[in-house]
């Protein structure tokens, strides 16, 4: 039978937004249980949050440069607020504090590293993967049928 502070573990995992079996398999993992616990904490999120940061917030507490913990509530709160609202974002931090280690470091630096406040929609996406394309079309109609054999 589960004990009683790992049945509470899961729910907070739940409430987080992730799904059962993502939160069983942390519970089976002590050191990952005790990581995700303390990022739910820092982030202040023990009441729960969407999915898509409840997501990005285990991302942190698995892979959150060791070097770097001091800086850990500061990603937190990045992801609770949403200014860091994408896996790229998150890995860009990880490099960032990886990098920095438990120095401080400039906001602005971190933020300008990390992609904080850049907005692309899909129809900027759309748009220059169009340039791209037309810029490179030639090449592409010409290399078409030929295969690297």
């Known amino acids: 039978m589960a004990s009683k ?3 509470n573990a899961a ?3 739940l409430k987080i937004g992730l799904d059962e079996r993502t939160a069983r398999n942390t519970i089976a993992n002590s050191k990952v249980t005790n990581n995700l616990l303390a990022v739910i ?3 202040g999120v023990t009441d729960g949050c969407n999915r898509t940061t409840g997501n990005l917030l285990y991302t942190v507490a698995t892979k959150f440069p060791a070097n770097a913990l001091v800086h850990r509530p500061v990603l937190a709160e990045y992801v609770v607020s949403s200014q860091i609202k994408t896996p790229a974002q998150l890995d860009a931090a990880f490099t960032f504090f990886s990098n920095v280690g438990p120095e ?3 906001s602005s630096d971190f933020e300008k590293a990390c992609g904080v406040g850049v ?3 899909n129809e900027e996406v759309e748009r220059i993967a169009d ?3 037309e810029e490179s079309k030639v090449t592409i109609l010409e290399l078409r049928y030929k295969t690297n054999g």
């Open 119 to 121: 907005e692309v929609s």
């Open 11 to 13: 729910d907070l995992f």
């Open 104 to 106: 401080k470091f400039d």
């Open 41 to 43: 904490h820092e982030a």
């Open 5 to 7: 502070s790992s049945e």
């Open 131 to 133: 340039e791209v394309f």
